[in-house]
């Protein structure tokens, strides 16, 4: 798994797919750590959930999206994030809420090993849309290589 | 303190400051609460921002803005949040990752309870800017009496 504990923004080893560490601020009164649209979020915010209370055992995402933009923090406890382009695989663990892995369209994307207190926050460039999604591997690979994610 | 528990979407005695019980999703691989930009948050989202690790007996926010709308959910933990529009107080319970509270601009907001495992979650409707803030009460009443927040 990828040492991500240097990072400030960072290509990794899957197409598109970028680790940023966001700006924070500490004082005596706690932590906070924040993004604007456009800058340290890479896309218009349109839409945000959060993922929480996920069994240990249990894989989410399985998915990509045609168009979809997102970027994924894990603001407490933590998760593991696998992103495949197709031609490689790489695995993230997010674990502070600092660190935002940024997902673009035709990338494959699971999580899993969610920690019993983890919580996802998902910021997404666009609202929910069923036909975005490819929810099937071997369609995902056959939609890379007719080009037509986007 | 007001009761949320049976909360959709509902005004509070605070002028423009209303409680919003997010849309979720719930099944074995945990749950899912979700907001779309000028639908669940009712601005378009330009900046987020995460409070993290306050000690419990820390105060945070103590100011207005005069033009930033904002939506307060808390991800994780829970913390309460009094809201003030120069003519009535209210203080909220944030402790479920469905519950939100929008803040209108021109409303006096004080965060504090925090548990230590609280994650202050803040959709934000503009970039940072510091001469958007009042931090002091009696410029905040002198602000309203004028009529110049906006």
Known sequence: MSDTSEIRRAATQVGGVTLH??????????????????????????????????????????????????????????????????LVREEFRLDDP?????????????????TSDAVLLVLASAAYDADDYIRNYPEFLQALAEGNGA
């Open 21 to 86: 560490r966001l700006p924070s601020a500490a004082d005596a009164r706690g932590l906070l750590v924040y993004g604007e649209a456009l800058k340290e979020v890479p896309f218009a915010v349109e839409r945000f959930f959060v993922v929480y209370r996920v069994p240990g055992t249990e894989v989410r995402g399985e998915h990509a999206h045609r168009k979809l933009h997102q970027l994924l923090v894990c603001v407490h406890g933590h998760c593991n994030v696998i992103v495949d382009d197709g």
């Open 98 to 114: 600092t660190l935002a892995l940024y997902v673009p369209p035709m990338v494959w994307c699971v999580q899993h090993q969610y």
